[in-house]
């Protein structure tokens, strides 16, 4: 019983972060639009968090800041230009 009270608390806890890393995603232009720096530093500090919990796989973590960077990146060259 007990287990099982621990896991639903977990799980609401876990989708909870996982929905917040949504919105963060969203806001920090995901859909390829122009990307606001400040959102993606605090969508990089939330997957880092999460990947600390242990809510996100440490690998995805990386795999997704690896992205963010690179668009990142790509997004302040073609500004430059």
């Given at each position: 019983a007990k287990r099982a009270r621990q896991t639903s608390v977990r799980a609401l806890r876990n989708r909870r972060v996982l929905t917040h890393l949504r919105g963060l995603a969203k806001r920090a232009g995901a859909g390829g639009e122009t990307?606001?720096?400040n959102d993606v530093r605090a969508l990089i500090s939330a997957v880092d968090k999460a990947a600390k919990?242990?809510?996100i796989h440490k690998n995805a973590a990386?795999?997704?800041k690896a992205r963010l960077h690179k668009a990142l990146a790509a997004g302040s060259a073609k500004s430059a230009e």
């Amino acid at each position: 019983a007990k287990r099982a009270r621990q896991t639903s608390v977990r799980a609401l806890r876990n989708r909870r972060v996982l929905t917040h890393l949504r919105g963060l995603a969203k806001r920090a232009g995901a859909g390829g639009e122009t990307r606001d720096v400040n959102d993606v530093r605090a969508l990089i500090s939330a997957v880092d968090k999460a990947a600390k919990r242990g809510i996100i796989h440490k690998n995805a973590a990386k795999r997704r800041k690896a992205r963010l960077h690179k668009a990142l990146a790509a997004g302040s060259a073609k500004s430059a230009e």
